[in-house]
């Protein structure tokens, strides 16, 4: 790991390739897994308001779930996730006309119709954020589901960080992102990676 300001980024963010790939995997990270996608409590402010302007873009059943419990929940590991619908997919998931699962969000963010983004945690995936000490450190999280991301990111020649550049200038600020970026070309010419 090395540190940049504050925070302890994993070498995996230079040296791993990545690029999502929506047509091989599906959106599958919006369906897949246990639990939710990880959210702060500052967050839960904005997804309610999501949740009310993409109301009916929302499937029957997510609107069911967060009707009775909310936008998020507690998790049986104690951290606040995004609802999720039938033990599964996240309440803003939704299909588009090819069937691959989106975020709704993230759709209507991007389309400017909404001036909420989806969660941060969505918005770095895979790379994952904890806190090491009075630090974040972010670590990549290999998951099968992304394998098509992983080729398609060594075919682009795309590092994860700068396949992440947006979210994590979000997360941190452009000048750590600079600073980031620097530091990647240092470990390259040491050798490092």
């Known amino acids: 790991m090395v540190e940049i300001q504050d925070t302890l980024v994993s070498f995996d963010l230079f040296k791993e390739c990545f690029c999502c790939d929506l047509k091989a995997c599906g959106g599958a990270c919006c369906v897949e897994g246990d639990a939710g996608a990880p959210v702060t409590a500052e967050e839960i402010a904005d997804l309610e308001e999501a949740a009310e302007l993409l109301r009916q873009e929302l499937t029957p059943a997510a609107r069911e779930v967060i009707d009775a419990q909310g936008v998020a929940y507690i998790d049986r590991e104690g951290q606040l996730v995004t609802s999720i619908v039938g033990g599964k997919e996240c309440v803003f998931a939704i299909k588009n006309d090819e069937g691959?699962?989106?975020c709704a969000i993230d759709r209507a963010w991007r389309e400017g119709r909404i001036p909420v983004q989806k969660p941060l945690s969505c918005a770095l995936y895979p790379v994952r954020l904890s806190k090491v000490g009075g630090m974040t450190a972010l670590n990549y999280n290999r998951w099968s589901i992304c394998g098509a991301a992983c080729l398609k990111g060594k075919e682009l020649?795309?590092?994860?960080?700068?396949?992440?550049?947006?979210?994590?200038?979000?997360?941190?600020?452009?000048?750590?992102?600079?600073?980031?970026?620097?530091?990647?070309g240092e470990l390259k010419k040491q050798g490092y990676i």
């Open 100 to 102: 691959t699962t989106l």
């Open 157 to 184: 020649g795309i590092p994860l960080y700068q396949f992440l550049k947006a979210p994590l200038v979000r997360a941190f600020g452009q000048n750590w992102w600079d600073e980031c970026h620097l530091v990647c």
